[in-house]
């Protein structure tokens, strides 16, 4: 990687999707946070592996098992990290990057974008949910199984006029519908 980023700034930025500069701004961000002590039975894999690992599987949906052999790191382990990484992305940058609004006026600004851009009156926000298909959970009869015929968690997000996410859950059962979801986070 080191070499990559020195010598092709566009190869480095077309492998893991994010050009050098944000790359190194979120290493300085969540980098205390995803490091791990090294032990005398292993050492522990530097903050910046884990980085690549993540947004080179998230920028281009490489499986752990093909990953493994870019980075020279096990499978198992990149199915934790990849999880604690996103987790430490999430953490740092959720506040400030995605905020609800909490008060009539930012809700009424919003709708005022929607009216403006769209020609949408009193819109708020457009909802949809994407079901995220896995394997049935133990006893969990029918609960996960969507009505496009397959076992799945949903995704769901909120955006405003601009495209921008103002809120977003993940994790309800695939028989759950989109209102439901919402109205009951909220």
């Given at each position: ?48 592996i884990k980085l690549a690992i993540t947004l080179r599987h998230l920028g281009s949906g490489d499986k752990y098992a093909s990953l ?84 799945s968690i949903v995704l769901m997000g909120l955006v405003d006029a601009e495209y921008k996410f103002t809120w977003v859950d993940f ?16």
């Open positions: 990687m080191p070499e990559l980023r020195a010598k092709d700034p566009a190869s480095f930025l077309n492998f893991l999707r994010v050009p050098p500069e944000m790359f190194d701004e979120l290493l300085t961000r969540i980098g205390p946070q995803i490091t791990k002590q090294n032990t005398f039975y292993r050492s522990a894999l530097e903050p910046g493994k052999f870019d980075f020279r790191v096990p499978h198992n382990t990149i199915s934790i990290l990849v999880r604690d990484v996103c987790k430490a992305i999430v953490d740092e940058y959720a506040m400030e990057v995605m905020s609800c609004p909490t008060t009539p006026d930012e809700w009424r600004a919003i709708a005022e974008d929607f009216s403006r851009r769209w020609n949408m009156p009193h819109a708020v926000g457009a909802l949809d949910g994407k079901h995220v298909a896995c394997k049935c959970p133990k006893n969990s009869g029918s609960q996960y199984y969507n009505y496009k015929g397959f076992f994790g309800a059962d695939g028989s759950a519908f989109d209102a439901q979801i919402f109205n009951y986070q909220n």
